[in-house]
C-alpha cells in the first residue's frame, strides 16, 4: 500500500497526528536554529568587554596610585579613547612638528615598555605615540571569544589610535615611522605589508613573526589547542606570569596528582611568550616598575589580561609570517628598481632595521638576523646587534634609539 492509498484511510483526526508526528522535528530544529542565532554573541550589539583597572583607581590615593607597577600617570600626553572594542589608553607627546613615530610594545608588559625608548625620541625633536594593546595595562578587552587577538583585531586598533590624535598621523602625504618590540614587531610588520603608504620607516626591535616552529613544543600546542578546559590552561598561565615556580602551583599535598599538576606536566614550559619577565625598572627612580611587577599586576587586576594573553599565543602574529615579511621586501626591491621610486609604495630608507639582542633568549639573534634577511632580502635589511636580552629596549633605551637616529638620520639630543 502506498502513502496516499494510507492517507486515505486515515481520518481527518488521524491525519493531522501524523502530520504533526512528520513535521515536528522540522520545526523543533528550525526553532532551535533561530533562537540559537538570535542569541549568538554574534548577533548581540552588546559585545562583551572586560574593562581595565581605571576605573578601579578611583578608589586609590595619591600616594597609592605612585606605588602601582603601571602608575597611570607614569607618561605625559594621556588620553582614554573610546572605541567599539572598549577603550584604548594613549600617551602622546613631544614636538607637534617632529616626526611622528608610533611605538606598539609586546604580548605582556603594556606600553610603558617603551618608556625610556619613547622619551629619548622627544629629546631628539620626535613626536611620539604610544598605546597599550588591547587586554594590557590601561586598555579594555573586547571579548577574545568573540573578537581574537589577531593582526585584524591590532590593524583596526592602531588605525583607532591614529584617528584619535588632534594631529594629522595619515592621509594628504603623511606618514610615520612605526617601531615595534617583541609582539609589537610582528604586528608592525604585518600593518606594513598592508599600508605601505602609511609607514614611512619600519623598526622591529626583538621582534617576533619569524619564530622558529622548533620553539613551538608539542606541550606548547597541546596547552594552546583547544585540548584542555580553559580553566586548567588559565591557572597554568596565570601562574607562570606571576611568577610562582610550577612545583609551587596547586595542590598542598606534594604527594597527590591533580588535574592542574597534569596539565603544567604538560604545560610549554620553554614557550617563548612565557620566559621570564625582565627585573629591571622602566622608570629609573622607581624600581617597582619592572616588567616582572607590571605583569603580575595585570594578573590580578585586570580580568581580561589572562584572555587577551592567551588569545594573542593563539592568534598574533609570532610565527609563519615569512609570506608578510617577503611582501615588503619585494616592494622595496620594485621601488629600488623603478625610474621613479617615489611612485612605488615602500620605506623611505628603502631597508628595515631589525634590532636585536646579543644575550636574547627569547628572539635569538643568531636566528632571527638570518630569518630576516632571507624574508626581506639582503638590501633589504639592517640587522643592528645591541648588548641586551629580551628587555633591550629597557635596559639599553640609548643603544636602541641611537642606532634608529643613525638609520632615520634623526639629529643629536
Not at 571569544?145 to 594631529?167: G, H, W
Not at 603544567?264 to 624600581?287: G, Q, R
Not at 585586570?302 to 599565543?313: D, E, K, T, Y
Request: net charge negative.
Amino acid at each position: 500500500m502506498d502513502f496516499q492509498s494510507l492517507l486515505r484511510r486515515i481520518d481527518l483526526h488521524d491525519r493531522r497526528t501524523l502530520y504533526i508526528a512528520l513535521t515536528a522535528p522540522i520545526v523543533a530544529y528550525t526553532g532551535v536554529r533561530l533562537m540559537s542565532t538570535l542569541l549568538s554573541p554574534r548577533n548581540n550589539h552588546f559585545t562583551k568587554i572586560f574593562a581595565s583597572p581605571r576605573q578601579a583607581l578611583q578608589l586609590l590615593s595619591a600616594q597609592d596610585l605612585d606605588d602601582l607597577p603601571y602608575p597611570p600617570t607614569a607618561l605625559p600626553g594621556a588620553r582614554d579613547v573610546d572605541t567599539p572594542y572598549g577603550n584604548v589608553r594613549v600617551y602622546e607627546w613631544g614636538p607637534e612638528d617632529g616626526r611622528r613615530v608610533l611605538l606598539v610594545h609586546g604580548i605582556s608588559t603594556p606600553c610603558i615598555a617603551l618608556a625610556g625608548v619613547a622619551k629619548l625620541l622627544v629629546e631628539r625633536g620626535c613626536r611620539v605615540m604610544l598605546f597599550d594593546l588591547f587586554g594590557r595595562g590601561y586598555s579594555d578587552a573586547p571579548d577574545p571569544a568573540l573578537y581574537p587577538q589577531n593582526i585584524q583585531l591590532f590593524t583596526t586598533q592602531i588605525l583607532l589610535v591614529l584617528a584619535s590624535s588632534k594631529l594629522a598621523w595619515t592621509g594628504e602625504g603623511n606618514r610615520f615611522t612605526l617601531v615595534g618590540y617583541s609582539l609589537g614587531g610582528g604586528i608592525s610588520a604585518a600593518f606594513t605589508s598592508n599600508y605601505p603608504d602609511l609607514v614611512e620607516s619600519l623598526v622591529l626591535v626583538a621582534p617576533s613573526g619569524l619564530l622558529r616552529p622548533s620553539h613551538i613544543t608539542a606541550s606548547s600546542k597541546l596547552m594552546y589547542g583547544n585540548l584542555l578546559p580553559q580553566f586548567l590552561v588559565n591557572y597554568y598561565v596565570a601562574g607562570r606570569l606571576r611568577g610562582a615556580p610550577s612545583s609551587k602551583v596547586g595542590s598542598g599535598n606534594p604527594e597527590a596528582t591533580s588535574a592542574a599538576d597534569a596539565a603544567e606536566a604538560e604545560a610549554p614550559s620553554s614557550h617563548p611568550a612565557h620566559a621570564a619577565n625582565s627585573a629591571a625598572s622602566m622608570f629609573p627612580d622607581k624600581p617597582e616598575t619592572s616588567p616582572a611587577h607590571a605583569v603580575a599586576w595585570q594578573v590580578d587586576a585586570h580580568p581580561g589580561f589572562l584572555a587577551a594573553f592567551i588569545s594573542s599565543i593563539k592568534h598574533a602574529p609570532i610565527s609563519g609570517e615569512h609570506g608578510r615579511w617577503r611582501r615588503i621586501g619585494s616592494r622595496q626591491a620594485a621601488r629600488r628598481a623603478s625610474a621613479d621610486p617615489e611612485a612605488v609604495s615602500g620605506l623611505k630608507e628603502g631597508k628595515v632595521l631589525v634590532l636585536l639582542g646579543e644575550q636574547d633568549s627569547v628572539i635569538v639573534a643568531d636566528e632571527v638576523g638570518e630569518d630576516a634577511t632571507e624574508a626581506l632580502g639582503k638590501e633589504n635589511v639592517e640587522v643592528v646587534r645591541l648588548e641586551g636580552g629580551h628587555d633591550l629596549p629597557i635596559v639599553n633605551a640609548k643603544g636602541c634609539v641611537d642606532a634608529i637616529a643613525a638609520f632615520c638620520g634623526l639629529g643629536n639630543s
